[in-house]
């Protein structure tokens, strides 16, 4: 009985949410108090063998791990919008929330519009198949039907400049051709909410420009970018706000220039 | 550039049944299924010289193999045995192969989901497409290997679609259990190998039930699932007659159990995959 209550009061929550999103705001992405917490064997189990003796020795003790630690923030459609912070401090863990790859364990996601990740090197891709087998592979992947993927087929080739090779099998391709066939798959449609998470560092310094145009022109036309780098001077060049995350909390949030400065000045101690 | 208003929005909170929105997000995504089974039968056969001509001669030296150490050295004497024991194997291999490839495909999709958003079920369910697409190839070498052993084929045949839909959604809930604790355990895909072993000799597939003793047959038949499953495939192929409806309804019964069963196991669970895989 509490249970449905409480669904109901969220339901209406979500209701005058949404009002005053249509209303006057502009954010496409909301975290609301945000954790996520993961349950870790403790002494890292990886076999089921092992498990099971312990189990039985009543010896699995678990313990947990705060990936992300309330964290609040809000995103205005046509921002780009930097995420800085030593590895294991929850910037992959944002990024999956957003992209509703993983659900939080405490709070709200809200997020409007669809987004798209651009992927990591090579993911969703087969060598044994042809660069025009991957481009229905890979588009499936992302949420399109297979007459979506068939309209678009040749601009993906075009940007990805791979006509001479695109019967060929994928084992055939340098890293570059790879990396180049991926980002024009996923860039393909405009998204409305796009990640980029260290992935404009492949390819050759020509396709990385014209990556980067691509990028530019989806802002200039709203669309909303998520960044992540480890590259403080593209993070400065690109992004308007940044957020700075340490161990699942958010440090500072604003300015790219500030932003970065404290993080600097946190890591030369 | 659309309005603001008309975007689609996903709310975290706003969450129905884990195992309901699968099933829708599952059909929306059936263009994805079709690709990644294209991709298992295409990269199986690209650098092959027989192709395709595989799935149908690997059951088939299976069973020649079986055929002559059984009758053989075993002595067994059953009126078409080649038949018999390929038309078990038949669906053994497609219930075996298809539970490996669930669990093998999410450890492969691992990456993935770590990324994008895509239904978890996904690869359970085209690693039994996959599977479906060898049973059909396989089952002309059955119908061959009947002729040439004199099993004459009955119009009953046509009924193999319905063991066959058993089947599916057998071998789909096994195999979304078993890899929903492989995404959490490194060795459980590995002893999963040895318990289809075991499972495999206890259900009679390359052996006669008629060698059994009658202790041992009722508890094969009170507790393994798949002795029921492979009779009723077996049964309008080899005997050549219609299965009585009890058959029916336990193979109906047992399938639908254990889908719906490993279909909530999973659901339940798959949040949890994108930081275990």
């Known amino acids: 009985m509490s249970l449905h209550i409480a669904s109901e009061e969220a339901r209406l929550e979500a209701r005058s949410l949404e009002e005053t999103a249509a209303g006057q705001d502009q954010s496409v992405i909301r975290l609301e108090n945000v954790s996520v917490r993961y349950r870790v064997p403790?002494?890292?189990?990886?076999?089921?063998?092992?498990?099971?003796?312990r189990r039985?020795?009543?010896?699995?003790?678990?313990?947990?791990v705060l990936a992300l630690d309330k964290v609040n923030l809000t995103i205005q459609r046509g921002e780009i919008f930097g995420l800085i912070g030593n590895n294991g401090a929850g910037k992959s863990t944002l990024l999956k929330v957003v992209a509703r790859v993983l659900r939080p364990t405490e709070g709200r996601v809200w997020v409007r519009g669809r987004v798209a990740p651009l992927l990591e090197f090579g993911a969703g891709f087969h060598p044994e198949l042809t660069?025009?087998?991957?481009?229905?592979?890979?588009?499936?992947?992302?949420?399109?039907?297979?007459k979506q993927m068939e309209a678009r087929f040749d601009q993906i080739v075009d940007f990805a400049e791979l006509w001479?090779?695109?019967?060929?099998?994928?084992?055939?391709?340098?890293?570059?051709?790879?990396?180049?066939?991926?980002?024009?798959?996923?860039?393909?449609?405009?998204?409305?909410?796009?990640?980029?998470?260290?992935?404009?560092?492949?390819?050759?310094?020509?396709?990385?420009?014209?990556?980067?145009?691509?990028?530019?022109?989806?802002?200039?036309?709203g669309v909303t970018i998520l960044f992540v780098s480890h590259n403080m001077q593209v993070i400065e060049a690109m992004c308007q706000r940044v957020a700075w995350l340490d161990h699942g909390t958010l440090q500072t949030l604003g300015p790219a220039a500030g932003t970065i400065n404290l993080y600097r000045q946190s890591q030369s101690i | 550039m659309q309005r603001i208003e008309q975007l689609p929005i996903y709310d975290s909170l706003r969450q129905g049944s884990a195992a309901l929105e699968e099933l829708t997000e599952i059909f929306q995504y059936k263009d994805l299924v079709i690709q990644l089974v294209r991709r298992d039968i295409l990269t199986r056969y690209k650098r092959s010289v027989l192709g395709v001509a595989w799935t149908m001669l690997n059951p088939l030296g299976t069973m020649l193999v079986l055929s002559i150490a059984f009758s053989k050295a075993f002595g067994i004497q059953q009126e078409g045995y080649a038949a018999y024991v390929l038309s078990g194997l038949i669906a053994w291999t497609f219930?075996?192969?298809?539970?490996?490839?669930?669990?093998?495909h999410l450890v492969w999709g691992g990456s993935l989901l770590r990324r994008i958003y895509v239904p978890r079920t996904v690869f359970a369910v085209s690693a039994v497409g996959t599977g479906l697409v060898n049973l059909l190839l396989s089952i002309v070498p059955l119908l061959i290997v009947s002729?040439?052993?004199?099993?004459?084929?009955?119009?009953?045949?046509?009924?193999?679609?319905?063991?066959?839909?058993?089947?599916?959604f057998f071998a789909?809930?096994?195999?979304?259990?078993?890899?929903?604790?492989?995404?959490?355990?490194?060795?459980?895909a590995e002893m999963y190998q040895i318990v289809l072993t075991a499972w495999m000799y206890l259900t009679p597939i390359i052996y006669p039930e008629s060698i059994l003793d009658q202790r041992y047959l009722v508890w094969i038949i009170r507790l393994n699932p798949m002795y029921h499953l492979v009779k009723l495939f077996r049964t309008p192929v080899y005997d050549g007659v219609v299965p009585g409806l009890s058959q029916f309804l336990i193979a109906a019964i047992i399938s639908l159990t254990v889908l719906i069963a490993g279909w909530l196991v999973f659901t339940k669970k798959a949040d949890e995959f994108a930081y275990r895989v």
């Open chain 1, 42 to 53: 403790s002494g890292g189990i990886a076999t089921f063998k092992e498990f099971m003796i």
């Open chain 1, 56 to 64: 039985l020795q009543g010896k699995v003790e678990y313990h947990s």
């Open chain 1, 131 to 146: 660069g025009r087998e991957n481009i229905f592979l890979n588009g499936t992947l992302l949420g399109y039907s297979h």
């Open chain 1, 164 to 221: 001479d090779f695109i019967d060929a099998p994928l084992r055939t391709y340098s890293s570059g051709m790879w990396a180049r066939l991926g980002f024009a798959v996923a860039t393909d449609v405009q998204p409305d909410i796009l990640i980029v998470d260290e992935v404009l560092a492949v390819g050759d310094e020509g396709f990385q420009r014209k990556g980067m145009a691509r990028i530019k022109d989806f802002q200039e036309k």
């Open chain 2, 95 to 104: 219930f075996a192969q298809t539970t490996n490839a669930a669990t093998s």
């Open chain 2, 147 to 168: 002729l040439i052993t004199g099993i004459s084929i009955k119009p009953t045949l046509l009924l193999l679609p319905i063991p066959i839909i058993f089947l599916t």
């Open chain 2, 172 to 188: 789909l809930g096994i195999g979304l259990i078993v890899s929903s604790i492989a995404v959490y355990f490194a060795d459980a």
